[in-house]
């Protein structure tokens, strides 16, 4: 009786354990792994068994989470006590995932029902990887001497944008280079961004551009088509110039559209599942951090003003200067 008594409020009561086989998965590849579930010291009903897959992503100022799916693996059994169940565990992940980063996480969350007791659960994260051909362009740049940046793989709402600074090859001549990509069935297809060392303002260079799955699948042969790119990307600035000034306006100089956001344009980037599940909450975020700056940005302006016209002895905004008694 105490026995039971103590399992109803969790102590000794059965538990549940999943166990992944690999603790990484590419996108549109199958995870698999073992559900070990134990019994406790009595017998306990098992109402359900199931598993949620979710997807969480961290921005400046709060976490997003969401179920991508639910996992049903068992309907109402009994577990004796002490006794050992391992049930198989596999899930197909969708091929329009993003890919796993500082600010993109996925994990496994176990659900045991169990009756007239404490449920039980456990937490299993999961590195969703790159598809290979994207995985051989990001390494086919750091060929090229570019570094992926610590804040890349971001997701703004739209896309993952992936960053890379430049250490040897075009430094002093490059600040930055960015791509979003879209998975094709014979390829690759990437929006790449150049971004220009200039004066007084940030120059973008951007070309839509499709690499072949021969081209793809070998990391030198594709470091050398990227190089050819980039390269004529810098020699004909004129072809894929967007300039964007202190504020941030776009001005387009190319014959090409790429939608109100950055990226917004590009379609099937990769990441479209979160674009429906949580775009709309991380676009509101990000537009009311815009929003934010540009009025911290007047009102920096407005200080200077105001502090110059002080030290001529008046206040611009409280009718003026004092230029003392009229004679």
């Given at each position: 009786?105490?026995?039971?008594?103590?399992?109803?409020?969790?102590?000794?009561?059965?538990?549940?354990?999943?166990?992944?086989?690999?603790?990484?998965?590419?996108?549109?590849?199958?995870?698999?792994?073992?559900?070990?579930?134990?019994?406790?010291?009595?017998?306990?009903?098992?109402?359900?068994?199931?598993?949620?897959?979710?997807?969480?992503?961290?921005?400046?100022?709060?976490?997003?989470?969401?179920?991508?799916?639910?996992?049903?693996?068992?309907?109402?059994?009994?577990?004796?006590?002490?006794?050992?169940?391992?049930?198989?565990?596999?899930?197909?992940?969708?091929?329009?995932?993003?890919?796993?980063?500082?600010?993109?996480?996925?994990?496994?969350?176990?659900?045991?029902?169990?009756?007239?007791?404490?449920?039980?659960?456990?937490?299993?994260?999961?590195?969703?990887?790159?598809?290979?051909?994207?995985?051989?362009?990001?390494?086919?740049?750091?060929?090229?001497?570019?570094?992926?940046?610590?804040?890349?793989?971001?997701?703004?709402?739209?896309?993952?944008?992936?960053?890379?600074?430049?250490?040897?090859?075009?430094?002093?001549?490059?600040?930055?280079?960015?791509?979003?990509?879209?998975?094709?069935?014979?390829?690759?297809?990437?929006?790449?961004?150049?971004?220009?060392?200039?004066?007084?303002?940030?120059?973008?260079?951007?070309?839509?551009?499709?690499?072949?799955?021969?081209?793809?699948?070998?990391?030198?042969?594709?470091?050398?088509?990227?190089?050819?790119?980039?390269?004529?990307?810098?020699?004909?600035?004129?072809?894929?110039?967007?300039?964007?000034?202190?504020?941030?306006?776009?001005?387009?100089?190319?014959?090409?559209?790429?939608?109100?956001?950055r990226y917004g344009?590009?379609?099937?980037?990769?990441?479209?599942?979160?674009?429906g599940m949580l775009?709309?909450?991380?676009?509101?975020?990000?537009?009311?951090?815009?929003?934010?700056?540009?009025?911290?940005?007047?009102g920096d302006i407005?200080?200077?003003?105001?502090?110059?016209?002080?030290?001529?002895?008046?206040?611009?905004?409280?009718?003026?200067?004092?230029?003392?008694?009229?004679?």
């Amino acid at each position: 009786m105490f026995k039971k008594f103590m399992a109803k409020i969790g102590i000794g009561s059965a538990k549940v354990n999943l166990v992944l086989h690999k603790d990484g998965c590419e996108m549109g590849q199958t995870v698999t792994g073992d559900l070990m579930i134990e019994g406790g010291s009595v017998e306990q009903k098992i109402n359900r068994l199931d598993v949620d897959f979710m997807l969480s992503i961290r921005t400046k100022q709060k976490e997003y989470v969401h179920r991508i799916a639910t996992i049903p693996m068992s309907g109402a059994f009994v577990i004796g006590a002490s006794e050992r169940k391992v049930l198989p565990f596999s899930f197909a992940l969708s091929p329009d995932l993003l890919v796993s980063a500082p600010s993109v996480a996925y994990y496994f969350t176990t659900h045991l029902d169990i009756a007239g007791g404490v449920d039980s659960g456990d937490r299993d994260y999961l590195h969703v990887l790159m598809p290979h051909y994207l995985a051989n362009t990001v390494e086919a740049l750091r060929l090229l001497g570019l570094m992926e940046k610590p804040n890349s793989r971001k997701f703004d709402g739209y896309t993952q944008q992936f960053e890379f600074a430049p250490t040897t090859m075009w430094r002093g001549q490059i600040e930055e280079v960015e791509f979003v990509a879209a998975m094709e069935p014979d390829g690759i297809r990437l929006l790449l961004e150049v971004d220009l060392y200039s004066f007084g303002r940030e120059t973008e260079l951007r070309r839509d551009v499709y690499i072949p799955a021969e081209t793809a699948d070998h990391v030198q042969e594709l470091a050398e088509h990227l190089r050819g790119m980039i390269d004529g990307m810098i020699e004909n600035p004129q072809m894929y110039m967007h300039v964007r000034d202190y504020f941030g306006r776009g001005h387009h100089h190319d014959y090409q559209s790429y939608g109100a956001n950055r990226y917004g344009g590009f379609a099937g980037a990769l990441g479209g599942l979160a674009v429906g599940m949580l775009g709309g909450m991380i676009l509101s975020e990000i537009m009311g951090d815009f929003m934010e700056d540009a009025l911290g940005e007047i009102g920096d302006i407005g200080q200077e003003i105001e502090s110059a016209a002080e030290d001529f002895g008046g206040d611009l905004f409280d009718g003026g200067f004092d230029f003392g008694d009229d004679e």
